[in-house]
């Protein structure tokens, strides 16, 4: 039976569909071979290790040791296969994680820490509408309107609970290669409230959730699968026009080399000249003297959610169910008692 399957089995008998928690992996981009970790001021940590469990109150200095993890802490040195910290109950906790120099961020959730090759791979198990919350802080425009981050946040966990990210240590990253996710917002910001009144909501199409996609700004339309060059999957993804967007979608020109077919060659292009490259799938395409001219607008891949288009239609007073229905036709938003 496929994941898919499952859920919408659950769902229809009011079983649990899926976990309460995701395990996310962080700080990727920044392949770290040295990482800190700390509890809040006046708290602690557990740390889980081979060879029993340790409590600290001050920051834990990890190393990368081969293919070991090196733990410094209070003039202490372990050297461990990986190492887990978590609350004195073994639940979740808020810690503060860190690449010195570089980043730094608080979470709540439990940590592991493996080494992986050549870079440290920091995981963070965090509760599921914690994690809607932080990634729809970090993915919306600016302020953006409730109702577009309603959106956003039933997009958002509809994806995190079906999607196969292909990651082997976890199920999600934290870029945009899955979701865009930063700390936790504050308890009383609109991106915190769009998931407590969201909360447990999915789309759902011929009756399974499904993992929705969204981009920033579809430039005027939104695209199907075929139209990138994309296989079938679990929601054919149907085109719309979103005249916020083909209103308001900031525009941009191009000279390439060679020709751009779909998604996947927009991708390649952008690995191979800047990510900036090619910045959307809106465009039109231009054969001139000096090479092949590219004009389009807005940015993504234009599947499914306009996050341009949403703020504009929340402004003009449409719902978060209104929303969804326009980018996501002949789906359903249904709620899993389970996650309530």
Known sequence: MSRAVAIALALLLGAPAWARTVRIGVFGLFHPTELSVAPPPGSSLVIEKDGGSVT???AV????AGDRVQLLAQGVSWRVTRVHFHARDGGLTDLVLSVPGKIRRRYRGTL???SNRSELVPIVTMDLELAVASAVAAESPPGAPLEALKAQAVATRSFLVVHGSGHKLFDFCDTTHCQFLRQPPA???LAARAARETRGMVLTYLG???SAMFASSCGGSTKTLAEL????RDYPYFPVDCLYCRRNADRWTRKVPGK???ERGRLELDRQHGWSALPGNHYSVKDTDEGIVIEGAGQGHGLGLCQMGAVGMAAEGKSFREILDHYYPNTVVRADAALH
């Open 260 to 262: 751009v077919e779909g």
């Open 112 to 114: 592991e820490i493996v």
């Open 187 to 189: 308890p009383n910001s």
């Open 229 to 232: 060059g994309l296989p079938a």
């Open 61 to 64: 200095h990890v190393r990368l």
């Open 56 to 58: 600290m109150n001050q």
């Open 208 to 210: 399974s959730p499904f």
